[in-house]
C-alpha cells in the first residue's frame, strides 16, 4: 500500500468528542539563518502537550524568507520530524546521513546523545512550505545512538474514509493501518487531514494521551461537543487547538474543505530540562551537553 492505492474505509466512531481546552494562535519568529517560522507550539505548553517540544510552520513564496536555512547545528535528546509540503531542502548529518526531502515527503531524526546536522534549501525561487515538529525521548532514551531517516511521499501509508477525509498517517495507526514509523515510549500518532466540503473525520484517541490540531488549509471545526463557547471551535491557517483530555476522540468537520495535522501521544510525565537545541531531564545533563558540544566530542560519541 503505498500513497498511489489509498484504501476506503468507514470513519470510525467518537462517541463523546474531547473538548477544546485552549485556542493558540502561533508566533512570528526568525530561526536558522534568518528563515522566517510561524511557531505555534512553544516551551509555555511543553508539559501541558509532553512528549511534544515544540511546532514550527514554515511556509513563503518568497526565497528570502528561506533561503539561508539552517546551518550546522546540535541537538541532543530529542527526535525531529519535518513534514515538507512544498519545495526541496537537503540534509546533512555528523553521523554521516544525507537526504534530500521533496514534497510530500518527511524526515525522521533521532538525535539521541548527539548529532550535528545541517538543513538547507535545494531551490533558490518557488515556495517552500512544511512543519517540524521535536518529539521528546524517555530519560533511559536520551543517549541512544542517532538516526536518521527520509520517507518519499510514496512511502507514507493513507486512506479515505466513507465520510469525505483524505488521510495520511505519518506516525502511529488510524483505522487500523499502521505507518511506517512506530514509538512504543511515546506512542506518537501523526495524521494529515484533507477534508472536503461538507467532509468529516472522527479519530479514536487513548484516555490520557495528549493531543492537539494544527490547521493549516482554510477552515476546519471540531465537532459537535467540542466548543468552549459559541463561535470558538473554527481554527484557520497557523492556529492550534489543544484538546482536553476527557473524551474518547476527536472529531473534525469541514464546511468550506480544509485541512490540519493531528498529532497525539503518551505522556513520558518525566522533567523537561531544556536549553536551546538540547533537551534533557537535568541541568547537569545539560552542561554536560554543551561541554561535550564545546569539546567537539557531541557528534563524534560512540
Same mark, same amino acid.
Given at each position: 500500500?503505498?500513497?498511489?492505492?489509498?484504501?476506503?474505509?468507514?470513519?470510525?466512531?467518537?462517541?463523546?468528542?474531547? @473538548?477544546? !481546552?485552549?485556542? /493558540?494562535?502561533?508566533?512570528? /519568529?526568525?530561526?536558522?539563518?534568518?528563515? =522566517?517560522?510561524?511557531?505555534?507550539?512553544?516551551?509555555?505548553?511543553?508539559?501541558?502537550?509532553?512528549? %511534544?517540544?515544540?511546532?514550527?510552520? +514554515?511556509?513563503?513564496?518568497?526565497?528570502?524568507?528561506? *533561503?539561508?536555512? %539552517?546551518?550546522?547545528?546540535?541537538?541532543?535528546? %530529542?527526535?525531529? /520530524?519535518? +513534514?515538507?509540503?512544498?519545495?526541496?531542502?537537503?540534509? $546533512?548529518?555528523?553521523?554521516?546521513?544525507?537526504?534530500?526531502?521533496?514534497?510530500?515527503?518527511?524526515? #525522521?531524526?533521532?538525535?539521541?546523545?548527539? /548529532?550535528?546536522?545541517?538543513?538547507?534549501?535545494?531551490?533558490?525561487?518557488?515556495?517552500?512550505?512544511?512543519?517540524?515538529? #521535536?518529539?521528546?525521548?524517555?530519560?533511559? !532514551?536520551?543517549?541512544?545512538?542517532? #538516526?536518521?531517516?527520509? +520517507?518519499?511521499?510514496?512511502?507514507?501509508? @493513507?486512506?479515505?474514509?466513507?465520510?469525505?477525509?483524505?488521510?495520511?498517517?505519518?506516525?502511529?495507526?488510524? $483505522?487500523?493501518?499502521?505507518?511506517?514509523?512506530?514509538?512504543?515510549?511515546?506512542?506518537?500518532?501523526?495524521?494529515?487531514?484533507?477534508?472536503?466540503?461538507?467532509?468529516?473525520?472522527?479519530?479514536?484517541?487513548?484516555?490520557?494521551?495528549?493531543?492537539?490540531?494544527?490547521?493549516?488549509? =482554510?477552515?476546519?471545526?471540531?465537532?459537535?461537543?467540542?466548543?468552549?463557547?459559541?463561535?470558538?471551535?473554527?481554527?484557520?491557517?497557523?492556529?492550534?487547538?489543544?484538546?482536553?483530555? !476527557?473524551?474518547?476522540?476527536?472529531?473534525?468537520?469541514?464546511?468550506?474543505?480544509? @485541512?490540519?495535522?493531528?498529532?497525539?501521544?503518551?505522556?513520558?510525565? !518525566?522533567? *523537561?530540562?531544556?536549553?536551546?537545541?538540547?533537551?534533557?531531564?537535568?541541568?547537569?545533563?545539560?552542561?554536560?551537553?554543551?561541554?561535550? +558540544?564545546?569539546?567537539? =566530542?557531541?557528534?563524534?560519541?560512540?
Amino acid at each position: 500500500m503505498n500513497a498511489r492505492t489509498p484504501l476506503l474505509l468507514t470513519s470510525e466512531s467518537v462517541i463523546a468528542p474531547r @473538548r477544546v !481546552e485552549q485556542v /493558540v494562535t502561533g508566533r512570528a /519568529v526568525t530561526d536558522g539563518d534568518g528563515v =522566517r517560522i510561524n511557531r505555534v507550539l512553544t516551551q509555555t505548553h511543553q508539559r501541558r502537550l509532553d512528549p %511534544f517540544l515544540m511546532l514550527d510552520i +514554515f511556509g513563503s513564496d518568497s526565497a528570502a524568507d528561506y *533561503i539561508g536555512g %539552517f546551518p550546522s547545528h546540535p541537538h541532543r535528546g %530529542f527526535e525531529t /520530524v519535518t +513534514f515538507m509540503l512544498d519545495g526541496r531542502m537537503r540534509h $546533512h548529518d555528523s553521523a554521516g546521513n544525507e537526504g534530500l526531502l521533496e514534497p510530500g515527503g518527511v524526515q #525522521w531524526m533521532t538525535a539521541g546523545r548527539g /548529532v550535528i546536522h545541517s538543513e538547507m534549501p535545494e531551490q533558490e525561487e518557488g515556495r517552500m512550505e512544511g512543519f517540524q515538529l #521535536w518529539l521528546n525521548l524517555p530519560a533511559k !532514551e536520551k543517549m541512544c545512538a542517532p #538516526w536518521y531517516r527520509d +520517507f518519499t511521499a510514496a512511502d507514507l501509508v @493513507r486512506f479515505e474514509t466513507d465520510t469525505g477525509a483524505k488521510v495520511q498517517v505519518i506516525a502511529g495507526t488510524s $483505522h487500523g493501518v499502521a505507518s511506517v514509523v512506530q514509538r512504543e515510549a511515546t506512542q506518537v500518532l501523526y495524521l494529515d487531514i484533507e477534508l472536503a466540503p461538507g467532509a468529516r473525520f472522527s479519530q479514536p484517541l487513548p484516555a490520557g494521551h495528549n493531543a492537539f490540531v494544527c490547521a493549516y488549509r =482554510r477552515e476546519v471545526r471540531l465537532g459537535e461537543g467540542a466548543q468552549v463557547g459559541a463561535g470558538e471551535t473554527a481554527i484557520g491557517h497557523g492556529q492550534m487547538v489543544i484538546l482536553a483530555n !476527557e473524551g474518547d476522540g476527536v472529531v473534525l468537520e469541514s464546511t468550506t474543505g480544509g @485541512r490540519a495535522i493531528l498529532v497525539a501521544g503518551r505522556p513520558l510525565g !518525566e522533567p *523537561i530540562v531544556q536549553y536551546g537545541p538540547f533537551v534533557m531531564n537535568s541541568q547537569a545533563e545539560i552542561h554536560q551537553a554543551m561541554a561535550d +558540544f564545546r569539546t567537539g =566530542r557531541l557528534g563524534t560519541m560512540t
